[in-house]
Nanobody, 128 residues
């Protein structure tokens, strides 16, 4: 059974940083591209970042480019999302999921390309 567990969320002031973790069981993450999504209250889910397998290309939404970085630790079967210079508009529940491919592209945030297993998410609140 595939299971994703996101962690690392919390309350942070604007301009602060958080590192989210995406740990998986029942699946070897390095065999897949892994995407990060977020969903703010009252808004649709949106793609944030995607990391391809085996040091392949990464992709970022324009809203987070230059502030967020995603990376892997294959030994821990974990993917990370480092979030810097956080803004109130980054407030959302963050999720990770596996693309049904080793490569994020050409449509890294097309939900239909992702496997059906998603975690419960981790809440990030950016507020003073």
């Amino acid at each position: 059974q595939v299971q994703f567990v996101e962690s690392g969320g919390g309350l942070v002031q604007p301009g602060g940083s958080l590192r989210l973790s995406c740990a998986a069981s029942g699946i070897t993450l390095d065999y897949y591209a892994i995407g990060w999504f977020r969903q703010a209250p009252g808004k649709e889910r949106e793609g944030v970042a995607c990391i391809s397998s085996s040091d392949g290309p990464t992709y970022y939404a324009d809203a987070v480019k230059g502030r967020f970085t995603t990376s892997r630790d294959n030994a821990k079967n974990t993917v990370y999302l480092q979030m810097n210079s956080l803004k109130p508009e980054d407030t959302a529940v963050y999720y990770c999921a596996a693309v049904g491919s080793t490569w994020c592209g050409p449509y890294p945030f097309q939900v239909e390309r992702y496997l059906e297993d998603w975690g419960q998410g981790t809440l990030v609140t950016v507020s003073s």
